[in-house]
């Protein structure tokens, strides 16, 4: 990979992670706890973009500490949240951790 390219992925990764994090400060501001059992895609839909994007990023990093995978894919996690989106925008009550489950078996 050319140093181009490496600049440009690290850049993109760092911006990820900011708004992630960004995200996650104003969820531990407003001291909101989050059960992942009973999220649904009617919540995720709810959320705006960065904290739509925080979840998602926990549940892929969640699920990936059951199966051991160890690799960040973030073609994959794009590629993810719009397969979540689609399907959560046909079905608000199904829960989110089973609908990424589905799409990543």
């Given at each position: 990979?050319?140093?181009?390219?490496?600049?440009?992925?690290?850049l993109?990764?760092?911006?990820?992670a900011?708004?992630?994090?960004?995200?996650?400060?104003?969820?531990?501001?407003?001291?909101?706890k989050?059960?992942?059992?009973?999220?649904?895609?009617?919540?995720?839909?709810?959320?705006?973009?960065?904290?739509?994007?925080?979840?998602?990023?926990?549940?892929?990093?969640?699920?990936?500490?059951?199966t051991?995978?160890?690799?960040v894919?973030?073609?994959?996690?794009?590629?993810?949240?719009?397969?979540v989106?689609?399907?959560?925008?046909?079905?608000?009550?199904?829960?989110?951790?089973?609908?990424?489950?589905?799409?990543?078996?």
């Open positions: 990979m050319n140093k181009a390219k490496k600049a440009a992925l690290l993109s990764l760092l911006m990820i900011t708004s992630s994090v960004q995200a996650a400060e104003k969820k531990v501001k407003k001291d909101e989050i059960d992942m059992a009973t999220y649904t895609c009617a919540d995720l839909l709810a959320e705006d973009e960065d904290e739509a994007g925080t979840i998602l990023l926990w549940v892929d990093g969640y699920l990936s500490g059951k051991g995978d160890t690799v894919n973030t073609a994959f996690i794009g590629e993810l949240a719009e397969k989106g689609e399907k959560c925008g046909k079905d608000g009550k199904a829960k989110l951790l089973d609908v990424v489950k589905e799409l990543t078996e």
